[in-house]
């Protein structure tokens, strides 16, 4: 038996539609929308802004100017009324696609750039969106936590969360033998975006998790291009799920 894992999909429904058989179990790991593609800048957010005030907001975020982004970002929103609506149209047609895409039982966590409210409304019965729990399968137990903790590069996207409520998430689930997570735990090495040039920070909850119960598999994504995608601390293996937009491959958990 096996469980196929799959992260940050941003768009690419078709390659993940043709990966998936109506027999297999899949967990997903968040980032589902291609709101912006950073190299080309296309996306969601481009059918409805123009290239300009989208380079204006990037820069300022890659600079570390993350105030001045999120105004840019707020400024950009309230530039026309009909701009945030249109793309959260965008968003659901989006979204209604990807489920569609989806032929077999699924377990799914949000990423940072999700709307769990969308998700929530529009996942079919064969999805279960999950924000923080426990599933079993073949005698193991999987616990799944959502979203990511604020960080330095925090803009007020839906998935991101306040660092206290991402703690008692991660204390909610208790002991588990694979923990998936959208969010990389505090390992340099699996925070720092290679290609981006910054440390994504991670979380110092999921670590200390990792360290008290010590399941044998923690798979996670979040970071595009870290130093290593593998690091084994412990008794647990820390594996980055990778980046399926750019790969196109799945992780086959076997058991």
């Not at 998936?20 to 059918?47: C, H, K, S, W």
């Not at 090495?189 to 923690?218: I, M, Q």
Request: hydrophobic fraction near 40%; include cysteine.
């Amino acid at each position: 038996m096996a469980i196929k894992i799959i992260s940050d999909i941003h768009g690419e429904y078709e390659a993940m539609r043709q990966q998936l058989t109506p027999e297999d179990l899949v967990v997903m790991l968040g980032d589902y929308l291609n709101l912006i593609d950073f190299r080309t800048l296309g996306g969601i957010l481009a059918q409805v802004y123009s290239r300009e005030e989208i380079i204006a907001a990037l820069s300022a975020l890659a600079g570390g100017k993350r105030e001045v982004a999120g105004r840019a970002i707020r400024q950009i929103a309230s530039s026309d009324d009909n701009k945030p609506r249109k793309v959260r149209d965008l968003m659901r047609e989006s979204y209604r696609e990807f489920f569609s895409s989806i032929p077999c039982r699924a377990y799914l966590i949000y990423g940072n750039t999700d709307s769990p409210e969308m998700m929530r409304e529009l996942a079919p019965s064969n999805v279960e969106i999950v924000e923080a729990g426990v599933f079993d399968f073949q005698g193991l137990r999987f616990g799944l936590i959502s979203g990511a903790p604020f960080g330095p590069w925090t803009v007020g996207l839906p998935g991101e969360i306040e660092p206290e409520k991402y703690r008692n998430l991660v204390d909610s689930i208790g002991p588990v033998n694979i923990l998936c997570t959208h969010c990389p735990p505090a390992i340099p090495d699996l925070t720092f975006d290679t290609v981006a040039k910054r440390d994504e920070v991670g979380s110092v909850s999921l670590l200390e998790y990792a360290e008290k119960y010590k399941p044998s598999y923690h798979y996670f994504w979040h970071v595009h291009n870290p130093r290593a995608s593998f690091v084994e601390k412990g008794a647990t293996k820390f594996i980055n799920a990778g980046f399926f937009k750019e790969r196109r491959k799945m992780i086959i958990h076997r058991i």
